[in-house]
C-alpha cells in the first residue's frame, strides 16, 4: 500500500503526474541567470588559482583581474537588463474589459535598450477571487514598422494587439499603449527604440574594445591603455545617447492613487543600470589615464604589475659623446655627472677616463652602451620620465680596463648617485671602444 500511494503522488484519477505552471518574473531572467552564473564560475576559480602566486605578486594578479572581470560583467548585463529607467506607484483601476471590479496594485515600468517590460502586483495578491501577478515584456527591436497593428506593423504594436486578445489587465494595456502612439509630438516609443538600438551598438562596441585592451595591457602596454581609455568614452556615449534621445513630451501617465484616491502620474527616474554603465565607462577612463602615465612616469613598475618582461620595451643603445661636443649654443649640454643631454629623450651615455672639458683634445672619452626606451609616439615620448637607462661596467670591464686612468672619487659618488635599475636578467654592459681626440 505505501508503495502505490508514493506512485500516486500529484496523480489524480489515475491520470499521469500534473504538475502546475512555474512562472519566473522578470527580475530572475534566464539570461540574467547565465551571465550572472558564468561570472560566478569565473570568480571562484580565480580565487582557487589565486593563492598559487606567491609575494606581491599575488596582490598584483588580484587587482588585475577582479576589476576586469567586473567590468565586463557589467558591460554585458546592463546591455540586456531592463532596468535603464523605471517608475512605480500603487494605483486603484478598473481590472479587465467586461468587467466592473477594481482592483488594488503595484504598477511598475521598466525600460531597457531592447524593451519594457510591465509589472502589476495586487495589494493583496488575490482579490475577487482572481490573483493579480502579472509581468510582461513588450520588445521593440528593431524596426518602427508601419502605421497600425498589422503583419507590416512593428514588433512593439504586434505584441500590444496580442495583449489586447489575450485580455491582460487595463492597467498594463494603457501604458503600453502609450508607446505605441507615433504622430505629432507624441513619440514616446519611437525615441525610446531609437535610443536604445544607438546604445546598444556602442555597448556591444566596448565588448571588443575591452578584450583588446587586456590582450595589450601584456603586449604594450601604452596600447592597452588606449583601448582601455576608448572602452569608457564607448560605454559613456551609451549614456549620453539614452539622454539626450528622448521625446519632447516625456511619459507620465495618470492613475488614481491607493493612498489618497487622487490622480497622480506615472514616471520613469534613471534606473540602477544607467548609473551602473555611467561609472563603469568612468572607471575604464580613469584606469586607461591612471596605466598610461603610470607606464610613461614608472614603466619599470608598470611592467611588473602587467606581468610583462621589464626589458621587452628597451632596445641596445650606443652613444658616443664625442659626436655631441661641437655643437651651438642651442645643441646637448654636459651634466656634472659627465652625460651628454639633450632634453630628457636623448641622454648621451660615456664612461669618462678623466676630467672632462668642453675645450678640445682636452682628455679621452669612451663610447658607452646602454637601453633606450622605446617612444611609440611622439606625443606621449614628451612625457616619459626617463628613456635610457646608465649601465655600470661590470668587474671583468674593470680589470680589463686597469692600465686606464682612474676615475675620481667625486665622479665616482655622481655616477653612484644615478638610477640604475635592478634586474635579474640584466646583463652589465661592456663599453665598446674608445676615441682620442688628436
Given at each position: 500500500?505505501?508503495?502505490?500511494?508514493?506512485?500516486?503522488?500529484?496523480?489524480?484519477?489515475?491520470y499521469?503526474?500534473?504538475?502546475?505552471?512555474?512562472?519566473?518574473?522578470?527580475m530572475?531572467?534566464v539570461?540574467?541567470?547565465?551571465i550572472?552564473?558564468?561570472?560566478?564560475?569565473?570568480?571562484?576559480?580565480?580565487?582557487?588559482?589565486?593563492?598559487?602566486?606567491?609575494?606581491?605578486?599575488?596582490?598584483?594578479?588580484l587587482f588585475?583581474?577582479?576589476?576586469?572581470i567586473?567590468?565586463?560583467?557589467?558591460?554585458?548585463?546592463?546591455?540586456?537588463m531592463?532596468?535603464?529607467?523605471?517608475?512605480?506607484?500603487?494605483?486603484r483601476?478598473?481590472?479587465?474589459?467586461?468587467?466592473?471590479?477594481?482592483?488594488?496594485?503595484?504598477?511598475?515600468?521598466?525600460?531597457?535598450?531592447?524593451?519594457?517590460?510591465?509589472?502589476?502586483?495586487?495589494?493583496?495578491p488575490?482579490?475577487?477571487?482572481?490573483?493579480?501577478?502579472y509581468?510582461?515584456?513588450?520588445?521593440?527591436t528593431?524596426?518602427?514598422?508601419?502605421?497600425?497593428?498589422?503583419?507590416?506593423?512593428?514588433?512593439?504594436?504586434?505584441?500590444?494587439?496580442?495583449a489586447?486578445?489575450?485580455?491582460?489587465?487595463?492597467?498594463?494595456?494603457?501604458?503600453?499603449?502609450?508607446?505605441?502612439?507615433?504622430?505629432?509630438?507624441?513619440?514616446?516609443?519611437?525615441?525610446?527604440?531609437?535610443?536604445?538600438?544607438?546604445?546598444?551598438?556602442?555597448?556591444?562596441?566596448?565588448?571588443?574594445?575591452?578584450?583588446?585592451?587586456?590582450?595589450?595591457?601584456?603586449m604594450?602596454?601604452?596600447?592597452?591603455?588606449?583601448?582601455m581609455?576608448?572602452?569608457?568614452?564607448?560605454?559613456?556615449l551609451?549614456n549620453?545617447?539614452?539622454?539626450?534621445?528622448?521625446?519632447?513630451?516625456?511619459?507620465?501617465?495618470?492613475?488614481?492613487?491607493?493612498?489618497?484616491?487622487?490622480?497622480?502620474?506615472?514616471?520613469?527616474?534613471?534606473?540602477?543600470?544607467?548609473?551602473?554603465?555611467?561609472?563603469?565607462?568612468?572607471?575604464?577612463?580613469?584606469?586607461g589615464?591612471?596605466?598610461?602615465?603610470?607606464?610613461?612616469?614608472?614603466p619599470?613598475?608598470?611592467?611588473?604589475?602587467?606581468g610583462?618582461?621589464i626589458?621587452?620595451?628597451?632596445?641596445?643603445?650606443f652613444?658616443?659623446?664625442?659626436?655631441?661636443?661641437?655643437?651651438?649654443?642651442?645643441?646637448?649640454?654636459?651634466?656634472?655627472?659627465?652625460?651628454?643631454?639633450?632634453?630628457?629623450?636623448?641622454?648621451?651615455?660615456?664612461?669618462?677616463?678623466?676630467?672632462?672639458?668642453?675645450?678640445?683634445g682636452?682628455?679621452?672619452?669612451?663610447?658607452?652602451?646602454?637601453?633606450k626606451?622605446?617612444?611609440?609616439?611622439?606625443?606621449?615620448?614628451?612625457?616619459?620620465?626617463?628613456?635610457?637607462?646608465?649601465?655600470i661596467?661590470?668587474s671583468?670591464?674593470?680589470l680589463?680596463?686597469?692600465?686606464?686612468?682612474?676615475?675620481?672619487?667625486?665622479?665616482?659618488?655622481?655616477?653612484?648617485?644615478?638610477?640604475?635599475?635592478?634586474?635579474?636578467?640584466?646583463?652589465?654592459?661592456?663599453?665598446?671602444?674608445?676615441e682620442?681626440?688628436?
Amino acid at each position: 500500500m505505501d508503495s502505490l500511494s508514493s506512485f500516486g503522488a500529484f496523480r489524480e484519477e489515475g491520470y499521469p503526474t500534473f504538475y502546475d505552471e512555474l512562472k519566473f518574473k522578470f527580475m530572475v531572467d534566464v539570461t540574467l541567470f547565465r551571465i550572472t552564473s558564468f561570472t560566478i564560475a569565473i570568480l571562484i576559480s580565480f580565487i582557487i588559482i589565486l593563492p598559487g602566486f606567491r609575494g606581491k605578486k599575488k596582490w598584483f594578479i588580484l587587482f588585475r583581474w577582479l576589476p576586469v572581470i567586473l567590468i565586463g560583467y557589467l558591460l554585458v548585463i546592463c546591455n540586456w537588463m531592463p532596468f535603464w529607467e523605471s517608475g512605480q506607484l500603487k494605483i486603484r483601476s478598473l481590472y479587465r474589459a467586461g468587467s466592473n471590479q477594481q482592483i488594488n496594485a503595484s504598477i511598475g515600468v521598466y525600460i531597457g535598450l531592447r524593451g519594457l517590460n510591465v509589472t502589476l502586483t495586487g495589494l493583496p495578491p488575490v482579490q475577487n477571487g482572481d490573483l493579480v501577478d502579472y509581468n510582461e515584456h513588450f520588445s521593440w527591436t528593431w524596426l518602427q514598422g508601419r502605421p497600425g497593428f498589422g503583419y507590416d506593423a512593428g514588433k512593439l504594436h504586434q505584441q500590444y494587439r496580442n495583449a489586447q486578445l489575450r485580455g491582460l489587465p487595463f492597467p498594463i494595456l494603457w501604458i503600453v499603449e502609450t508607446f505605441t502612439i507615433d504622430y505629432g509630438k507624441v513619440r514616446i516609443g519611437r525615441y525610446y527604440r531609437q535610443s536604445g538600438w544607438y546604445a546598444h551598438v556602442f555597448q556591444w562596441l566596448a565588448v571588443p574594445l575591452f578584450i583588446l585592451a587586456q590582450i595589450l595591457f601584456q603586449m604594450v602596454i601604452q596600447y592597452g591603455s588606449l583601448f582601455m581609455f576608448f572602452t569608457g568614452l564607448s560605454v559613456l556615449l551609451s549614456n549620453l545617447i539614452m539622454t539626450i534621445m528622448r521625446s519632447e513630451i516625456p511619459f507620465r501617465l495618470a492613475f488614481v492613487a491607493l493612498e489618497s484616491d487622487e490622480n497622480q502620474f506615472l514616471v520613469l527616474h534613471y534606473s540602477w543600470c544607467y548609473y551602473a554603465n555611467l561609472i563603469n565607462g568612468i572607471i575604464c577612463l580613469v584606469i586607461g589615464l591612471v596605466t598610461l602615465i603610470a607606464d610613461l612616469r614608472y614603466p619599470d613598475e608598470a611592467a611588473d604589475f602587467f606581468g610583462n618582461d621589464i626589458l621587452q620595451s628597451y632596445e641596445d643603445y650606443f652613444a658616443d659623446p664625442q659626436q655631441k661636443i661641437g655643437c651651438q649654443n642651442n645643441g646637448p649640454s654636459l651634466s656634472s655627472s659627465g652625460m651628454v643631454n639633450k632634453g630628457d629623450n636623448e641622454v648621451m651615455l660615456r664612461k669618462r677616463n678623466g676630467p672632462f672639458e668642453l675645450e678640445q683634445g682636452s682628455s679621452n672619452t669612451t663610447i658607452a652602451s646602454g637601453l633606450k626606451k622605446r617612444a611609440l609616439s611622439d606625443r606621449f615620448s614628451r612625457f616619459q620620465k626617463s628613456t635610457i637607462r646608465k649601465v655600470i661596467p661590470s668587474s671583468q670591464v674593470e680589470l680589463r680596463n686597469k692600465n686606464e686612468k682612474q676615475v675620481s672619487n667625486d665622479d665616482v659618488n655622481q655616477d653612484q648617485d644615478q638610477e640604475v635599475p635592478l634586474y635579474e636578467n640584466f646583463q652589465q654592459f661592456d663599453t665598446i671602444g674608445e676615441e682620442s681626440e688628436l
